[in-house]
């Protein structure tokens, strides 16, 4: 394993020792290889694409065929895989891994293709101005066919009788969209009548709760609210929606500079911490101690944050490391893609 991915563990284990006690937290990857449908969700911003982006990268470093399903989302993915930028058509973008950006609209006509299977009267019915509107206003369709085209990807066969795809990651939107997105294809069985679009919902269904073929993937900061909304999430997904969560990754973890009794030191210093404890620097407090105190509080708070996810499900956890310098770069990525690639999170 590269070095800096290395150095991250080496800074990140000893300070998790006491939550994990002599039990293992292990590497997501022999997990994560084994399923076919992956939905990462988690709230905006948490770094869902970059996750999306560095598991698929481990997977295809495991010789995977790996497809990312956007949810026609502004598009990231292709500065963080370092790649041409990704539409609607679905491209590949470095050995192993694939993508697409589905547009819901797209998506429908594609499916309507499928099951009309005559082009002109699909234009004639996708096409239709009226039934476009139509479409658009029925609750949940657009999000099926987002949901729907990801899930059909898991279903295509390649000449060599495998599947096209051995793994799908559908990078979902933000916490509370994406949880409706996994309510439709229920909906659908409840309200559709027998036919092409409820046996695929049915299907769906049954691939999205079955924990040995998919599973959610829960992006989370180590920071105490959206630690809570993490949580209530994992609650409600699994309880609601009788889905599997898989994993639960905390992105973005600074690796600990200070041991437990150099950040009670430093937290104790309380004149270190005010709003003008900076400006004081210059009046005689040195200024690095000053930033030292406040790493120390940041670092207090992201050890209580994963205290209480580890405490919620020691099994599931996965770190990924703060990226200082190459956040968004094929290079970030690559060393994310190691710390999920190594054996072991902690415990070792
Ligand atoms: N581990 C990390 N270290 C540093 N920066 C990160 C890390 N992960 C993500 N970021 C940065 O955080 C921002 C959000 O990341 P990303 O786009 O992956 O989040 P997202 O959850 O997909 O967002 P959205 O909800 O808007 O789709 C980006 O600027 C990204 O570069
Ligand atoms: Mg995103």
């Given at each position: 394993m590269a070095s800096r991915a290395k150095n991250f563990l080496k800074k990140l284990e000893p300070s998790l020792l006491p939550f994990v006690g002599a039990g293992r937290v292990d590497g997501p990857m022999p997990e994560l290889e084994k399923r076919r449908f992956l939905f990462v969700?988690?709230?905006?911003?948490?770094?869902?694409?970059?996750?999306?982006?560095?598991?698929?990268?481990?997977?295809?470093?495991?010789?995977?065929?790996?497809?990312?399903?956007?949810?026609?989302?502004?598009?990231?993915?292709?500065?963080?895989?370092?790649?041409?930028?990704?539409?609607?058509?679905?491209?590949?973008?470095?050995?192993?891994?694939?993508?697409?950006?589905?547009?819901?609209?797209?998506?429908?006509?594609?499916?309507?293709?499928?099951?009309?299977?005559?082009?002109?009267?699909?234009?004639?019915?996708?096409?239709?101005?009226?039934?476009?509107?139509?479409l658009r206003a029925v609750p949940g369709m657009y999000e099926w066919a987002m949901l729907g085209k990801a899930w059909f990807h898991t279903t295509e066969v390649a000449h060599d009788g495998r599947p096209r795809f051995d793994v799908v990651i559908f990078d979902a939107p933000a916490t509370g969209h994406g949880l409706d997105m996994l309510r439709v294809p229920k909906v659908i069985l409840d309200v559709a009548p027998p036919g092409v679009l409820r046996r695929d919902a049915e299907r769906a269904v049954g691939l999205f709760r079955d924990p040995t073929r998919s599973g959610i993937l829960v992006v989370t900061l180590p920071e105490e609210m959206p630690v809570t909304e993490t949580i209530e999430l994992v609650n409600a997904v699994e309880t609601e929606l009788s889905m599997p969560v898989l994993r639960i990754i905390i992105n973005g973890i600074f690796p600990p500079l200070f041991s437990d009794g150099e950040r009670a030191t430093l937290g104790a210093r309380r004149e270190l911490l005010t709003l003008d404890a900076a400006e004081s620097a210059s009046a005689g407090v040195d200024a690095a101690v000053v930033a030292a105190a406040r790493r120390a509080v940041r670092e207090n708070v992201q050890r209580e944050s994963i205290r209480r996810l580890i405490a919620t499900r020691p099994e599931s956890m996965a770190m990924l490391p703060f990226l200082f310098d190459d956040a968004s770069t094929r290079a970030g990525t690559d060393l994310l893609a190691e710390v999920l690639g190594a054996p072991v999170i902690a415990g070792r």
């Open positions: 969700t988690g709230k905006g911003g948490v770094g869902k694409t970059t996750v999306s982006a560095a598991i698929a990268t481990a997977l295809a470093a495991r010789g995977k065929r790996v497809l990312i399903a956007m949810a026609h989302t502004k598009e990231r993915l292709s500065a963080v895989l370092g790649t041409k930028p990704i539409g609607e058509e679905l491209v590949q973008c470095s050995p192993g891994i694939w993508a697409v950006n589905i547009d819901p609209q797209v998506a429908l006509y594609e499916y309507g293709l499928l099951v009309i299977k005559v082009k002109a009267l699909t234009n004639a019915v996708f096409r239709n101005e009226y039934i476009s509107a139509f």
